[in-house]
């Protein structure tokens, strides 16, 4: 298999908080990844930008490590990271104040694409839009890529898209859900609407149930205080596993084209019914043998944030009304794994009497081990009559395509790259966001309102017991949270 690469036209890539973790971790080496795949033209360039005293060259040291330490050398070849740290430049800057702005404007060339990256916590994202068209630094066809968290509420989201309307068109805009650039999550769209096989049972009339599960084993570590402010509603479930119940759900788009896509999502979003409080079980990890608890780890003896969080979800629409969607994330769960499983319904009629399972299930791995398996009847073979069993119908995309076909290509590589192309297809748009946050909002405010605590649930387990039960009820079972 080889991987194609889309040319894009030169750019300055300017990235705000260019000394922050996010720019170590991903960014930088997301974007030497992409040089070393001949995407970054000659003439590309890439501005540090932070309030931190620093020239070009120590920045450029900076890099080396970053890269060193975050496998961003992997596809590369000796040598090559020097030509990429040529590329390098840093300005010393601060959003909210003059400083550095001056610098900034004698770096910018004309005649390559602008792109800024606020890779700074969100109460920066007006300032920085503000000063970037005072300094005159932006045109029309200039880009801003803003972080998560985008708001923590709708008022807030509603605050954020206005102060970036100010100066900016949304088209310009482009809000990262580093989600939508996994290899496997686009892979949903692929899988649905690339094959005849699967859309005409997509519907409740032949899916009784979708599990979506996003499971880590880590717990907030030392984001313990940044945590505890949002849980897992606000950190996973608004947007990441939005998004993917967005994908699962949502009607064919008549092209592969940004705002058809979009548009489809934001219907499914506004489908959705408001919660009632005993579809949802909250949860919090008790300390393990070796590893705090979540109220220890995040300094709160008395916290009522979620570190777990289980939901039956409906979607009113003519093509789900009747099939829930169950909805799980959580830290320091049994195993890291993300997954999607939909469940068809049992035959209505089996020729085989009780001879064994009918059911087929389709489930697409987003992590680890992506792949698709889909669980097909056959007969059970040898002798003995007619029995069934079912079997797993199995693709691992790092087996069937090679290993160029597992998911090389970072989230963060893709969509810096999308965002040069002009592409916002795997952006979240405005309109997309609120109606996220109008949807989450009144479950938050419910909890405060009424004090709710999260159950316990212990370290490396599946989550809490009542989680369980909430399909217990509806006479489900989750599937096991395994590798
Ligand atoms: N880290 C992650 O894995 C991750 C994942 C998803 C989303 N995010 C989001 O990405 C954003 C950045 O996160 P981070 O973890 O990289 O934060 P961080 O490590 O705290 O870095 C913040 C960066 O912003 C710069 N900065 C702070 N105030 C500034 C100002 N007034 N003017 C100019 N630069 C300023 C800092 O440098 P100076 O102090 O020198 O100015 C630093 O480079 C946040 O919104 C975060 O929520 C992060």
Same mark, same amino acid.
């Given at each position: 298999?080889?991987?194609?690469?889309?040319?894009?036209?030169?750019?300055?890539?300017?990235?705000?908080?260019?000394?922050?973790?996010?720019?170590?971790?991903?960014?930088?080496?997301?974007?030497?990844?992409?040089?070393?795949?001949?995407?970054?033209?000659?003439?590309?360039?890439?501005?540090?930008?932070?309030?931190?005293?620093?020239?070009?060259?120590?920045?450029?040291?900076?890099?080396?490590?970053?890269?060193?330490?975050?496998?961003?050398?992997?596809?590369?070849?000796?040598?090559?990271?020097?030509?990429?740290?040529?590329?390098? %430049?840093? $300005?010393?800057?601060?959003? *909210? &104040? +003059?400083?550095?702005?001056?610098?900034?404007?004698?770096?910018?060339r004309d005649d390559v694409v602008r792109a800024f990256y606020f890779s700074v916590g969100p109460s920066?994202?007006?300032?920085?839009?503000?000063?970037?068209?005072?300094?005159?630094?932006?045109?029309?066809?200039?880009?801003?890529?803003?972080?998560?968290?985008?708001?923590?509420?709708?008022?807030?989201?509603?605050?954020?898209?206005?102060?970036?309307?100010?100066?900016?068109?949304?088209?310009?805009?482009?809000?990262?859900?580093?989600?939508?650039?996994?290899?496997?999550?686009?892979?949903?769209m692929a899988v649905r609407f690339g094959n005849m096989l699967f859309e005409p049972l997509?519907?409740?009339?032949?899916?009784?149930?979708?599990?979506?599960?996003?499971? %880590?084993? $880590?717990?907030?570590?030392? *984001? &313990? +205080?940044?945590?505890d402010k949002s849980g897992a509603m606000r950190d996973m479930v608004q947007n990441h596993l939005m998004q993917l119940l967005c994908l699962i759900a949502m009607e064919p788009p008549s092209k592969f084209d940004p705002d058809a896509v979009r548009d489809e999502k934001l219907k499914v979003i506004r489908a959705l019914d408001p919660m009632v409080p005993h579809h949802i079980v909250r949860g919090q990890y008790e300390p393990g043998a070796d590893a705090p608890g979540y109220r220890e780890a995040v300094g709160d003896p008395r916290s009522r944030t979620e570190s777990y969080i289980a939901m039956k979800v409906g979607i009113s629409n003519w093509r789900w009304a009747g099939t829930p969607f169950y909805l799980r994330t959580g830290k320091r769960l049994k195993a890291r794994s993300s997954e999607i499983v939909v469940v068809f319904k049992e035959l209505n009629h089996s020729i085989f009497g009780e001879a064994g399972e009918h059911r087929n299930e389709l489930s697409i791995r987003l992590q680890p081990n992506e792949g698709i398996t889909l669980g097909v009847t056959i007969k059970e073979p040898g002798p003995g009559g007619m029995r069934l069993?079912?079997?797993?119908?199995?693709?691992?995309?790092?087996?069937?395509?090679?290993?160029?076909?597992?998911?090389?290509?970072?989230?963060?590589?893709?969509?810096?790259?999308?965002?040069?192309?002009?592409?916002?297809?795997?952006?979240?748009?405005?309109?997309?966001?609120e109606a996220a946050w109008a949807w989450t909002d009144p479950i938050i405010q419910g909890w405060e309102a009424r004090g709710d605590v999260p159950k316990t649930y212990d370290a490396g387990s599946e989550g809490p017991v009542d989680a369980v039960q909430l399909l217990a009820r509806d006479t489900r079972v989750w599937r096991k949270v395994a590798p």
């Open positions: 298999m080889v991987s194609r690469v889309i040319p894009v036209d030169p750019f300055d890539l300017v990235i705000f908080g260019g000394t922050g973790d996010l720019a170590r971790r991903k960014i930088l080496p997301g974007l030497f990844r992409r040089f070393c795949a001949g995407q970054m033209p000659n003439g590309s360039r890439v501005i540090g930008a932070a309030r931190g005293e620093m020239d070009s060259a120590a920045y450029r040291a900076f890099v080396a490590e970053a890269i060193a330490e975050f496998g961003g050398g992997r596809a590369c070849e000796d040598g090559t990271l020097d030509g990429f740290l040529e590329r390098m %430049e840093f $300005v010393t800057i601060d959003a *909210r &104040g +003059e400083n550095g702005w001056s610098d900034l404007v004698a770096l910018m920066l994202f007006g300032d920085l839009a503000e000063r970037l068209t005072k300094h005159g630094l932006t045109d029309a066809d200039s880009r801003i890529v803003v972080e998560k968290p985008f708001g923590r509420d709708l008022e807030t989201a509603k605050a954020l898209n206005r102060d970036l309307a100010k100066h900016f068109d949304e088209r310009q805009i482009y809000r990262i859900d580093h989600y939508l650039g996994k290899e496997t999550v686009q892979n949903l997509w519907n409740s009339q032949y899916v009784d149930h979708i599990q979506i599960t996003v499971a %880590e084993t $880590v717990g907030v570590g030392g *984001r &313990g +205080e940044y945590y069993m079912n079997v797993p119908l199995d693709m691992s995309f790092a087996e069937a395509l090679g290993p160029d076909g597992a998911d090389q290509t970072d989230a963060y590589e893709r969509l810096i790259m999308d965002v040069i192309r002009g592409n916002q297809t795997l952006f979240m748009r405005g309109d997309e966001v």
